[in-house]
Nanobody
Framework: QVQLVESGGGLVQAGGFLRLSCSAS????????MGWVRQAPGKERDFVAA????????DYTDSVKGRFTISRDNAKNTVDLQMNGLRPEDTAVYYC?????????????????WGQGTQVSVSS
């Protein structure tokens, strides 16, 4: 059983930046693909970014390409999401998620384990 704990959320002005971190424990996390999924108020959860277990593959939703960067440190069992150029439409609860060697990292239904989420709010 994999446990995921997110940190780093907060309130920031448009154009600002935040760095989210996800700490994983409880399993052989190095073999898991990791992703970030967000849920805005009144909306479904949407895929944001993912990184393969090796770190060699990444994927991003179009709206964050060029602004967000996902990375992982398998020695520390952490996955980070660097978010630059934040926009009000990025406001959401951000969830860290994990799946063992997924077929499609950009499909949120693939993920097996989820964190509790961290709030990101961007003011205009």
């Amino acid at each position: 059983q994999v446990q995921l704990v997110e940190s780093g959320g907060g309130l920031v002005q448009a154009g600002g930046f935040l760095r989210l971190s996800c700490s994983a424990s409880g399993g052989t996390v190095i073999t898991y693909d990791m992703g970030w999924v967000r849920q805005a108020p009144g909306k479904e959860r949407d895929f944001v970014a993912a990184i393969s277990w090796s770190g060699r593959g990444t994927d991003y939703t179009d709206s964050v390409k060029g602004r967000f960067t996902i990375s992982r440190d398998n020695a520390k069992n952490t996955v980070d999401l660097q978010m630059n150029g934040l926009r009000p439409e990025d406001t959401a609860v951000y969830y860290c998620a994990a799946v063992h060697r997924s077929r499609r990292m950009d499909v949120k239904e693939e993920y097996e384990y989820w964190g509790q989420g961290t709030q990101v709010s961007v003011s205009s």
